[in-house]
Nanobody, 118 residues
């Protein structure tokens, strides 16, 4: 089970660092990353770290966020700087696995609440 931590209440302009660990050993990791879901909105991709170490950010995602990871520990981090009230959401960790046939499976953490006050 994915273990996510690091959320909390922060004032606008502040920073948080989220952490997510997947209990190992795990084979077939394609990527680990973060999604978020704000109240009344759909879940959206924030960033992923691919197994070969390159990050991916969807178009339009803020450059205030930086994903990093430690593949030896199956851990991924999300550094969030200059937080804004619109960043308020539940942040979910995700891991994508691939089996020997190439079939993908996805697992989610329990979510960590990030609240940014103005």
């Amino acid at each position: 089970q994915l273990q996510a931590s690091g959320g909390g209440l922060v004032q606008a302009g502040g920073s948080l660092r989220l952490s997510c660990s997947a209990p190992g050993p795990i084979s077939g990791i394609v990527s680990m990353g973060w999604y978020r879901q704000a109240p009344g909105k759909e879940r959206e991709l924030v960033a992923i770290m691919r197994s070969h170490g390159s990050p991916y950010y969807p178009d339009g995602m803020s450059h205030r966020f930086t994903i990093s990871g430690d593949s030896s520990e199956n851990t991924v981090y999300l550094q969030m700087n200059d937080l804004r009230p619109e960043d308020t959401a539940i942040y979910y960790c995700n891991v994508a696995l691939s089996d020997s046939t190439g079939r993908r499976s996805y697992y989610w953490g329990q979510g960590t609440q990030v609240t940014v006050s103005s």
